[in-house]
């Protein structure tokens, strides 16, 4: 497996995003979350994703060019549209505007429409923690997950992400979709040319589905389902997973009036491709509202370090907190380059060809 220097593939990113009309400055933005993935190993969401915004943009169903509408601001809150642009571009500048608003007024708060995929949450939530606030940030997606006692897909993988500084030496950041997997690390077993694990997705009929390749193409069709955290039953939890998805919906489509469920599956009344119309929620908390900062830290860092220090179970040998594993990775991702892989080295030679570069040795 190839590594490539992180500068280089960040270049490289933004590089194709202007090539394909996407402004030098949103182009940088967008390579910049996605970069930001790659460091935290989540490959999922990183430079994996690229060609997927490369062909939505070629397809004519996300627009290059963000506009964003401001339909209410009123104190601590906002309501955007985002006009089907580049969804890091208007939840970067989203997640800026709700820290400059709780900066003022304590909590802020933007919550968007008709914008596109995001990148990692975590990008987002991180923003607020560099600013000694903590933050959150939460999105719907293309339907894929059923509900309890259901099969057919419905909810997206719907992820919730909190942050809060701490003392140690990165923040407590939780960043995980509502289901038991997010749809994309599914499309990172396809690259990898692995078997979905069982208990990830079902079929209509209720049985596990593990072709990964299959998968993808019936969630499309929507003749499969993955499935909320705690899987199929009540007794495991399920019940718990659906219902934070659906929370997510709701916070994520009701607030500012826009798409949900099958209206985010990216097709017309055809079955043509169209706008996936996705709906985003930001939040930023200041903390020197409520309490001294260097107290919220300690206290904070404190709660993480008994976690991590207490009593392991048989046969394991570390616990970590959220946050850690990601910050430790990027330690050597940063020294080593970021993994390519086989399959996602032909899609960079696919938009290296098509697009007339040759930045990358590969």
Not at 46 to 67: C, E, F
Not at 98 to 106: N, P, T, V
Not at 120 to 129: D, K, L, N, P, V
Not at 218 to 223: A, S, T
Request: with cysteine; charged share 20%; hydrophobic share 35%.
């Amino acid at each position: 497996m190839k590594r490539l220097p992180v500068k280089e593939l960040q270049e490289f990113m933004t590089t194709v995003f202007t090539k394909i009309g996407v402004p030098s400055e949103d182009a940088a933005i967008c390579s910049e979350v996605l970069i930001a993935s790659d460091l935290k190993g989540i490959e999922s969401h990183g430079i994996g994703r690229l060609k997927m915004y490369y062909d939505r943009i070629k397809a004519g169903i996300q627009n290059p060019i963000t506009k964003i509408d401001v339909i209410r601001d009123k104190y601590a809150t906002a309501v955007w549209d985002g006009n089907h642009g580049m969804g890091h571009v208007v939840a970067k500048k989203a997640m800026q505007t709700a820290i400059d608003k709780a900066a003022q007024f304590g909590i802020g708060s933007v919550a968007v429409r008709n914008s596109t995929h995001y990148g990692i949450c975590g990008f987002y939530a991180e923003m607020a923690t560099k600013q000694n606030m903590i933050g959150f940030t939460f999105t719907n997606a293309r339907p894929s997950i059923c509900p309890t006692n259901g099969v057919s897909p419905l909810l997206g993988t719907n992820p919730i992400c909190f942050g809060a500084p701490t003392d140690l030496p990165y923040p407590f950041l939780y960043d995980a979709a509502t289901s038991i997997s997010q749809r994309g690390k599914v499309e990172q077993y396809a690259r990898e040319e692995k078997e979905t694990p069982e208990g990830w997705a079902i079929d209509l009929e209720g049985k596990p589905y593990t072709d990964t390749n299959s998968l993808l193409i019936d969630l499309v069709k929507q003749k499969a389902s993955m499935l909320p955290i705690g899987g199929t039953e009540e007794v495991t939890g399920s019940h718990k997973g659906y219902g934070l998805g659906t929370m997510v919906e709701i916070l994520c489509a009701s607030l500012q009036n826009g798409s949900y469920l099958n209206a985010l599956l990216g097709q017309d009344e055809n079955g043509k491709p169209a706008p996936y119309c996705l709906g985003h929620l930001f939040l930023a908390i200041n903390i020197d509202f409520f309490t001294d900062i260097e107290t919220f830290k300690t206290t904070t860092g404190a709660i993480c370090r008994e976690l991590q220090n207490s009593q392991l179970f048989p046969g394991k040998t570390r616990i970590y907190v959220a946050g850690e594993k990601e910050h430790e990775i990027g330690e050597i991702i940063r020294a080593e380059g970021v993994p390519i892989i086989p399959n996602l080295e032909k899609a960079i030679q696919i938009m290296q060809k098509e697009l007339n570069l040759n930045m990358l040795n590969i």
